[in-house]
């Protein structure tokens, strides 16, 4: 189930020179497409079947926030006081060795929208695009998969993923492309 924070602007507020005259109707939206928030109903039908994909069975609720209620999530759960792109949250219980509860609730994700957005804009996509990467990332995290103390599995299936339901370049893998350092010429 996808939810919107009522504190989430739905798009960046348009430059002057695009907001129609009052009384006129402009022929397209003032906000660019690939900067709007995609329908809970395209999210929603993503996350069940990357849901599927990941064999993450019962509720996932997906959180599409601000950076700031997300600093404070990561601040509150994580000790770390910054912002970030998506946060998981496994119900307890969710897993399958836990019993109880795995059926119903398999847990939530937090997504910053405009860290998201900032994230398609620098790799040159959509935001839809770009909040799918983050939904299944945060899935493959809900599943008890974790790149940082792994020796490369999440990473590895995350790629076996995204190529099934056909994504771009994900999170691990930009991490690691932006930390080589390139010679200088």
């Not at 219980?93 to 620098?122: M, N, Y």
Request: charged share 25%; aromatic share 2%.
């Amino acid at each position: 189930m996808i939810l919107l924070d009522p504190d989430l602007k739905p798009a960046p507020v348009p430059h002057k020179s695009l907001v129609a005259p009052l009384g006129v109707r402009p022929r397209q939206s003032a906000v660019p497409w690939p900067q709007r928030i995609p329908s809970r109903q395209t999210l929603n039908r993503f996350l069940a079947q990357a849901q599927d994909a990941v064999r993450i069975k019962g509720e996932v609720t997906v959180l599409l926030t601000t950076d700031a209620a997300i600093r404070k999530l990561n601040r509150q759960f994580r000790h770390k006081d910054k912002a970030t792109d998506v946060l998981s949250f496994p119900a307890e219980g969710s897993f399958p060795a836990e019993g109880i509860g795995a059926e119903k609730i398999a847990g939530d994700l937090a997504i910053s929208v405009e860290t998201a957005r900032r994230q398609a804009a620098d790799q040159g996509h959509a935001l839809t695009c770009e909040l799918k990467i983050l939904i299944l990332h945060g899935l493959l995290h809900l599943a008890g998969h974790d790149h940082e103390s792994d020796a490369g599995q999440m990473a590895r299936r995350e790629r076996q993923l995204r190529a099934r339901i056909g994504l771009l370049q994900g999170l691990i893998e930009r991490a690691k492309t932006n930390s080589v350092k390139k010679p200088i010429s």
